[in-house]
């Protein structure tokens, strides 16, 4: 499980996603940049160890790969998924939704660069 808090800034913009350590079954994560921001509470509930699986996998590729690896929320609040390509360029790719089932709901849709082996750096 994440138990501590971690962010990424993307490299080719000064857009970043922050997590908080998963507390109580849920965790914060906020998405900030030119253009965007928003904060939600997820609540991954059965699933909590998936998010820490997914950064763990991504932290421990050395070498890019094909096709895309993700992870979502079971009530698909938040996901994410990445793709490398052959250069090392580490793309995510990120939604959140707010007020789910609310007559306010929203969503976000954003994309972040990085570079292959950041991953591992960040979760040290």
């Known amino acids: 499980m994440l ?3 971690f962010s ?3 490299s080719c913009s000064s857009r970043l996603i ?21 904060q939600a509470d997820i609540f ?16 421990l590729s050395t070498t ?6 993700s992870w979502s929320s079971i009530c698909d609040d938040f996901s994410i998924s990445a793709s490398c390509s052959s ?11 707010g007020q789910m089932g609310g007559p306010d709901n929203w969503s976000v849709n954003a994309r972040i660069e990085t570079e ?7 979760l040290a």
């Open 64 to 69: 890019p790969w094909q096709g895309q690896r």
């Open 116 to 122: 292959l082996g950041l991953v591992s750096r960040i």
């Open 44 to 59: 991954p509930v059965t699933d909590e160890d998936g998010l820490t699986d997914f950064f763990t996998e991504l932290g």
């Open 87 to 97: 250069l090392g360029v580490v793309v995510l790719d990120v939604t959140i939704r």
């Open 3 to 5: 138990n501590k808090a």
């Open 8 to 10: 990424i800034k993307s």
């Open 18 to 38: 922050e997590f908080s350590p998963i507390q109580y079954e849920g965790f914060k994560v906020e998405l900030t940049g030119p253009h965007v921001s928003c």
